[in-house]
């Protein structure tokens, strides 16, 4: 449970902003965190972008391929934090959790269990039960997917500084399961050769969206209940003035993070 918990709701991203900036945001508040900040509960969306892994980019044929996204209007980027590659849009929702880390003693198993409950929980007034566990085929797979009937529509992630850490989440809603697995692999088949073996194998069938696999209406709804969950796990919600993440940093750092990741 929180003691102290402050809720960030970003505006949609539109199409031609830079999805890095999301992650640069959260970077920077990172960092506050980690000198007293209170813990942060980031909501975000972008209309039209690709994210991929570290693991991602160094494919033979990433740059090419993510240079060509972007000149037909795809942004992308690669991301500090864990994982493989997502396809974003409005109906995909991004939620991180900031929290200190000052004794570097945090349990990341715990943690990845905390937001598994906090997604599942959400569910809740649609009355549909999601289980964690990978599920094979699905994009950016791992141990903490979280699934209904077998078919993935969440994914978790982490990433640690010096005395603070995020655990992030995707989680699709309103998209086509089944579309967004075709994206995704249509990047992997363009970027990766023959002789690579080392990406997610993307299969169809095994992602969907909690419109199609739960009757949520709409990410707006599946947002408002998740942030209901929140609240009720904070002993105190701060609702003052979002924190200060002064612009200059946040450009700063998206630089920082492209020389840092997105090179070969």
Same mark, same amino acid.
């Given at each position: 449970?929180?003691?102290?918990?402050?809720?960030?709701?970003?505006?949609?991203?539109?199409?031609?902003?830079?999805?890095?900036?999301?992650?640069?945001?959260?970077?920077?508040?990172?960092?506050?965190? *980690?000198?007293?900040?209170?813990?942060?509960?980031?909501?975000?969306?972008?209309?039209?972008?690709?994210?991929?892994?570290?693991?991602?980019?160094?494919? #033979?044929? /990433?740059?090419?391929?993510?240079?060509?996204?972007?000149? /037909? +209007?795809?942004?992308?980027?690669?991301? =500090? &934090?864990?994982?493989?590659?997502?396809?974003?849009?409005?109906?995909?929702?991004?939620? &991180?959790?900031?929290?200190?880390?000052?004794?570097?003693?945090?349990?990341?198993?715990?943690? @990845? #269990?905390?937001?598994?409950?906090?997604?599942?929980?959400?569910?809740? =007034?649609?009355?549909?039960? /999601? #289980?964690? +566990?990978?599920?094979?085929?699905?994009?950016? =797979?791992?141990?903490?997917?979280?699934?209904?009937?077998?078919? #993935?529509?969440? *994914?978790?992630?982490?990433?640690?500084?010096?005395?603070? !850490?995020?655990?992030?989440? @995707?989680?699709?809603?309103?998209?086509? +399961?089944?579309?967004?697995?075709?994206?995704?692999?249509?990047? !992997?088949?363009?970027?990766?050769?023959?002789?690579?073996?080392?990406?997610?194998?993307?299969?169809?069938?095994?992602?969907?969206?909690?419109?199609?696999? /739960?009757?949520? =209406?709409?990410?707006?709804?599946?947002?408002? &209940?998740?942030?209901?969950?929140?609240?009720?796990?904070?002993?105190?919600? !701060?609702? *003052?003035?979002?924190?200060?993440?002064?612009?200059?940093?946040?450009?700063?750092?998206?630089?920082?993070?492209?020389?840092? !990741?997105?090179?070969?």
């Amino acid at each position: 449970m929180f003691e102290e918990l402050q809720i960030v709701e970003s505006p949609l991203m539109r199409s031609t902003e830079d999805v890095l900036a999301a992650f640069a945001w959260e970077e920077v508040l990172c960092k506050q965190v *980690g000198l007293g900040h209170r813990p942060v509960a980031h909501l975000w969306r972008h209309e039209n972008a690709l994210v991929i892994g570290l693991r991602d980019r160094r494919l #033979k044929g /990433a740059e090419k391929v993510l240079r060509a996204y972007e000149e /037909a +209007g795809l942004v992308t980027c690669v991301r =500090p &934090s864990g994982g493989a590659a997502v396809k974003l849009t409005p109906g995909v929702v991004n939620v &991180s959790l900031i929290m200190p880390n000052p004794d570097h003693a945090i349990n990341i198993h715990d943690d @990845f #269990k905390r937001m598994v409950s906090y997604i599942q929980e959400a569910l809740l =007034p649609w009355g549909i039960e /999601a #289980k964690a +566990g990978e599920i094979e085929g699905a994009f950016c =797979p791992g141990d903490y997917d979280v699934s209904i009937a077998g078919r #993935k529509f969440c *994914g978790i992630a982490q990433r640690r500084l010096a005395k603070a !850490y995020l655990i992030t989440a @995707f989680i699709i809603v309103e998209d086509d +399961g089944d579309e967004l697995a075709a994206e995704v692999r249509n990047f !992997y088949d363009a970027a990766a050769s023959e002789t690579e073996e080392h990406f997610p194998q993307v299969q169809q069938g095994t992602m969907g969206g909690l419109r199609e696999l /739960a009757g949520v =209406p709409s990410s707006e709804a599946y947002m408002e &209940s998740l942030v209901q969950v929140l609240r009720q796990k904070a002993v105190h919600v !701060y609702n *003052g003035a979002q924190p200060d993440v002064p612009k200059e940093e946040v450009e700063k750092m998206i630089i920082t993070l492209r020389e840092r !990741y997105d090179r070969d």
